[in-house]
């Protein structure tokens, strides 16, 4: 089965601390994965995708086969940061489809 | 460009009646996906349309359809609504629906079933 799993409903750290949300995922094939975030009162964005090994606000995500991971990570949380964050996988040959986790909600304490 | 908009933001409806939801893609954007997030599921796909065909397809009743204009405008009906219709519903367009596309999300219809 396809799947995206998110273990944490919540996580909450102070300004300053190290951020690792986790997802796992259920897929047999390469998977291609995203982060998708929804701050306060604002439509769901993308965040990054694991193809362009980018680095967007000072997140990261490192996609691990082996542990079919793929955590989204922030060395020193800001406060601005606070957010629901999506992991999401898209099936090979699925167009326009896209299997989301439950989402984290992070919370960054001042 | 302007963003995906999705029209109306609110409706509340009966249990039995049907509803229409309309979504306005970016311009350019020939790929509508659409999703139904609830508490307890999250954001499931529903469908997705690419020049005015359905193309892909999620595990949702027949009650609930779509389709796909010339302009790439799209609209989404739920026929015979159930308590449990009621849901936030997103939809989301890219170019082309492939593969790596980022798939940009309109501000969502919320649906209340009474």
């Known amino acids: 089965a396809q799947r995206v799993t998110q273990p944490e409903k919540l996580l909450s750290v102070f300004k300053g601390a190290p951020v690792e949300l986790k997802c796992n995922y259920s897929y047999s094939g390469s998977p291609e994965l995203f982060w998708y975030v929804q701050y306060s009162r604002q439509r769901l964005q993308l965040l990054l995708r694991h193809i362009s090994r980018e680095s967007i606000k000072g997140f990261t995500a490192d996609l691990n086969k082996g542990e079919t991971s793929f955590h989204l990570k922030k060395p020193f949380a800001q406060e601005e940061d606070s957010a629901m964050y999506y992991c999401?996988?898209?099936?090979?040959?699925?167009?326009?489809?896209?299997?989301f986790g439950q989402g984290t909600t992070l919370q960054v304490k001042p | 460009k302007a963003g995906v908009t999705q029209t109306p933001r609110y409706l509340i409806k009966t249990r039995g009646q049907q509803v229409t939801l309309s979504c306005s893609p970016i311009s350019g954007h020939r790929s509508v996906s659409w999703y139904q997030q609830t508490p307890g599921q999250g954001l499931q796909f529903l469908f997705e349309y690419f020049s005015e065909t359905q193309r892909n397809k999620g595990n949702f009743p027949g009650r609930f359809s779509g389709r796909q204009f010339s302009n790439s405008r799209s609209e989404m009906n739920v026929s015979t609504l159930e308590l449990g219709d009621s849901a936030l519903y997103l939809c989301?367009?890219?170019?082309?629906?492939?593969?790596?596309?980022?798939?940009?999300f309109g501000p969502g219809t919320r649906l209340l079933v009474l």
């Open positions: 999401a996988l898209k099936p090979a040959g699925n167009t326009g489809k896209l299997i």
């Open positions: 989301a367009s890219s170019p082309w629906g492939q593969n790596q596309e980022t798939q940009y």
